[in-house]
T-cell receptor, first 110, second 112 residues
Framework: GENVEQHPSTLSVQEGDSAVIKCTYSDSASNYFPWYKQELGKRPQLIIDIRSNVGEKKDQRIAVTLNKTAKHFSLHITETQPEDSAVYFC?????????FGTGTRLLVSP | DTGVSQDPRHKITKRGQNVTFRCDPISEHNRLYWYRQTLGQGPEFLTYFQNEAQLEKSRLLSDRFSAERPKGSFSTLEIQRTEQGDSAMYLCASSWEVDTQYFGPGTRLTVL
């Protein structure tokens, strides 16, 4: 079945550094790739998404890249801030459901 | 608040009891999804509805689980004869067609 692998599981950076989280998906029919941020005890919130007809998308300090050939997609956060600290989940969608990665706990130290 | 809402937010029950959770989607959304999230993991798909029709169920959804969306608006998820392994966060999400899925705050279930 569909599978999404996410790395690293934890990531610690200093404020102002960049952070990169990588995901690999298995289903070549996947055509939509969202990223969710989940703070402790709160709902997952969409921060950015990309569709398979686009290779890169940027929104202020956040960018996502997609390599369909390699079935890889990545989240890039620049100029990290302490409020970026959270768990980030990548996901892929081939049919109706989202298949999530196992999450990356990002800690941004002041 | 016009987002997805879920009730209750927390539920503690004893093993063997039945529990029911409710999800109210964003009003104009025709699709509603249920996911389960355990500690340290990403959400796992359980089932989804388009309007009142339940169109897909995960193999994770044993016979003890049942979900309904009788009028195509709110949905309920019932777990019968709860087991300790059912302890998790149950998340509901909604979308318009295959657009972005917006999540509710979840119901945290603890089975003692």
């Amino acid at each position: 079945g569909e599978n999404v692998e996410q790395h690293p599981s934890t990531l610690s950076v200093q404020e102002g550094d960049s952070a990169v989280i990588k995901c690999t998906y298995s289903d070549s029919a996947s055509n939509y790739f969202p990223w969710y941020k989940q703070e402790l005890g709160k709902r997952p919130q969409l921060i950015i998404d990309i569709r398979s007809n686009v290779g890169e998308k940027k929104d202020q300090r956040i960018a996502v890249t997609l390599n369909k050939t390699a079935k890889h997609f990545s989240l890039h956060i620049t100029e990290t801030q302490p409020e970026d600290s959270a768990v980030y989940f990548c996901a892929s969608r081939a049919t109706q459901k989202l298949v999530f990665g196992t999450g990356t706990r990002l800690l941004v130290s002041p | 608040d016009t987002g997805v809402s879920q009730d209750p937010r927390h539920k503690i029950t004893k093993r063997g009891q039945n529990v029911t959770f409710r999800c109210d989607p964003i009003s104009e959304h025709n699709r509603l999804y249920w996911y389960r999230q355990t500690l340290g993991q990403g959400p796992e798909f359980l089932t989804y509805f388009q309007n009142e029709a339940q169109l897909e169920k995960s193999r994770l959804l044993s016979d003890r689980f049942s979900a309904e969306r009788p009028k195509g608006s709110f949905s309920t998820l019932e777990i019968q004869r709860t087991e300790q392994g059912d302890s998790a966060m149950y998340l509901c999400a909604s979308s318009w067609e295959v657009d972005t899925q917006y999540f509710g705050p979840g119901t945290r279930l603890t089975v003692l």
